[in-house]
């Protein structure tokens, strides 16, 4: 596997904004360590979690739907500050080359807790708790299908449709349904129904992924 940091590095178009370069440079200036960044994006995807876990459906039928509707417009917030927290730490690290030797640890480690925590609890506010473990279980085996090509030698396959970046959109429109959903004074299926897309679609990345690394395993 490439030690090139440039090689194995999710490409984003915001990592290309004007914002986002001032933001990776006033944090470099200041002095914060990406490690630090890191672990703020758990703290980020823990208080989604625990907004989203305020959302919960009332099990009578046509009630409001959560206990604090509000929990899935501040979900949608918090998931949000995660990805940004997951961008600026490697802006951080290598344009402003402040990375360190444990920085492979902190790049990975806190995604995964990140979408377990914050899959799982979606799910559980969607009134699909099953689902949300298993949507989490897709995310972490597509993570791990993309470290896997890179250990074969290859470049690391951030391929889609269901990417971490895409996985969390999806999931803060669904945040977005479910607020309305309780804004409306009755529960509705969307949030659900967003979490089987999220779930099907990285169902779909993994078998892309695989058969990626098998073509160049072929080739």
């Known amino acids: 596997m490439t030690s090139d940091p440039l090689a194995n590095r999710r490409p984003l178009a915001s990592r290309q904004t004007r914002i986002a ?14 490690d630090v960044i890191s672990m703020a994006g758990i703290g980020f995807a823990g208080l989604a979690a625990l907004a989203l876990l305020q959302a919960v459906p009332d099990p009578a039928p046509l009630k409001v ?26 802006m951080v690290a290598i344009e402003g080359g402040r990375g360190g030797r444990l920085g492979p640890l902190f790049n990975e480690i806190p995604d995964r807790i990140e979408d377990t925590a914050i899959i799982a609890a979606f799910g559980t506010a969607a009134g699909a708790p099953a689902l949300g473990l298993w949507t989490a279980l897709a995310a972490v085996f597509c993570a791990y299908l993309r470290l896997f090509g890179g250990a074969l030698g290859q470049a690391q396959n951030f391929a889609g449709p269901m990417a971490k970046q895409h996985r969390m959109a999806a999931l803060t429109v669904g945040c977005l349904a479910g607020f309305g959903a309780d804004l409306a004074g009755r529960w509705a299926a969307l949030p659900e129904m967003v979490l089987w897309v999220v779930l ?15 073509a160049r395993i072929g080739g």
């Open 21 to 34: 370069a001032r933001a990776a440079s006033l944090l470099a200036r200041a002095g914060v360590r990406p």
């Open 65 to 90: 739907a959560s206990t604090w509707a509000a929990g899935w417009l501040v979900a949608a917030g918090f998931i949000q500050l995660r990805l940004a927290a997951n961008l600026l730490d490697g």
């Open 200 to 214: 099907l679609g990285t169902l779909v990345t993994a078998a892309r992924r695989i058969g990626q690394i098998a």
